[in-house]
């Protein structure tokens, strides 16, 4: 069993720094590729940001790349989502999760997921 606990979110101001982590149980964590999603009020989830079991490769949602940046420790079993230059629109229950099918992008394709942060974002 893999449990995902997310932590760092909060009420923030518009344009500064936010950093998310989420702690991953087990000891297969560096074997699997990780991804951040979120879910705004009255919004299907969307995919937010990717990477694979080393951190050497990435993907990001065009809404996000340029802002977010998404690393891991696999020492300490830990994923990051790094939210520079936030935005009002960035509001929304940030959730880390497990990828195991192929696609990046769709929630299909991870099976684990934490039960997420709520980050709100003040213009």
């Known amino acids: 069993q893999v449990q995902l606990v997310e932590s760092g979110g909060g009420l923030v101001q518009a344009g500064g720094s936010l950093r998310l982590s989420c702690a991953a149980s087990?000891?297969?964590?560096?074997?699997?590729?990780m991804g951040w999603f979120r879910q705004a009020p009255g919004k299907d989830r969307e995919f937010v940001a990717a990477?694979?079991?080393?951190?050497?490769?990435?993907y990001y949602a065009d809404s996000v790349k340029g802002r977010f940046t998404i690393s891991r420790d696999n020492a300490k079993n830990t994923v990051y989502l790094q939210m520079n230059t936030r935005k009002p629109e960035d509001t929304a229950v940030y959730y880390c999760?497990?990828?195991?099918?192929?696609?990046?992008?769709?929630?299909?394709?991870?099976?684990?997921w934490g039960q997420g942060t709520q980050v709100t974002v003040s213009s």
């Open positions: 087990g000891r297969t964590f560096s074997s699997y590729a």
């Open positions: 999760a497990r990828r195991i099918g192929s696609s990046w992008h769709g929630p299909v394709s991870y099976d684990y």
């Open positions: 990477l694979n079991w080393s951190g050497g490769t990435t």
